[in-house]
């Protein structure tokens, strides 16, 4: 699902996508869904879109990825 959240974003410069990517999973997902997310950004899922990716890791971070 992440992926396809991701791909909706893509005509957007990288910065914008990741800003708009983490921005829908932190209003929208459950935090046991943001969990599965970490751990497949951390076993290094080479499925995951890079912008899903990044917009994960900002998240966890507590940064805003603008």
Do not use: Y
Not at 26 to 48: H, I, T
């Amino acid at each position: 699902m992440g992926n396809q959240i991701a791909a909706q974003f893509h005509h957007l410069p990288e910065d914008e996508a990741v800003a708009a990517v983490a921005n829908h999973i932190r209003l929208f997902w459950e935090s046991r869904m943001q969990d599965d997310l970490f751990a497949l950004v951390d076993d290094g899922d080479p499925d995951l879109d890079p912008i899903l990716a990044e917009a994960a890791t900002s998240i966890r971070a507590g940064t805003d990825p603008e």
